[in-house]
């Protein structure tokens, strides 16, 4: 059982690190369409790419280093990291997840009102929309455009 836990949490942390440089990817792939942002990207996302992995490896190597140590003094793994994840308090893992709740949402919305202004359906004078909206979907779309490779 103890290997099981010292794997999970080996793979908790480099399924996370994945995410992080997916995420620093996608960033990246933003940026390189700014045309003036082109120059020193490639090598700031190498560096990065670089320090995410040799932290992987250091987490890694700590989280085995360290159970193994628990292992040697004879504590079950398993009661340990149930310990640890119960003295954290509820009031941290409900912030926690309206935090996410909320960047989620915020992030859905945004996608939404940005396809609906791109799209003229929001904005459109024809739609018969009034002019506050029109105006926010303008300078919107105009300053989404002007981020737009020509």
Known sequence: ????IILAEVSLILVLLSLVNWLVGVIFQQLMKVSWLKQGSQT??????????LSGIVLS???IG????LLYRGEDL????LT???GIPVQFWVTLGLGIIKSISLL????????LCLHGDIGDP?????????????TGTVAFNRLKIN
């Not at 059982?1 to 099981?4: L, N, V």
């Not at 398993?78 to 990291?81: C, D, F």
């Not at 859905?108 to 396809?115: E, Q, S």
């Not at 739609?127 to 926010?136: C, I």
């Open 1 to 4: 059982m103890s290997i099981i």
């Open 44 to 53: 700031l996302r190498q560096n990065i790419r670089g320090i995410l992995i």
């Open 61 to 63: 190597l700590t989280v």
């Open 66 to 69: 360290v159970n193994g140590w």
């Open 78 to 81: 398993t009661q340990y990291t």
């Open 84 to 86: 640890l994840i119960r």
């Open 108 to 115: 859905i919305l945004a996608g939404i009102v940005l396809r």
């Open 126 to 138: 024809a739609s018969g929309t009034d002019r506050p909206t029109r105006q926010l979907c303008h």
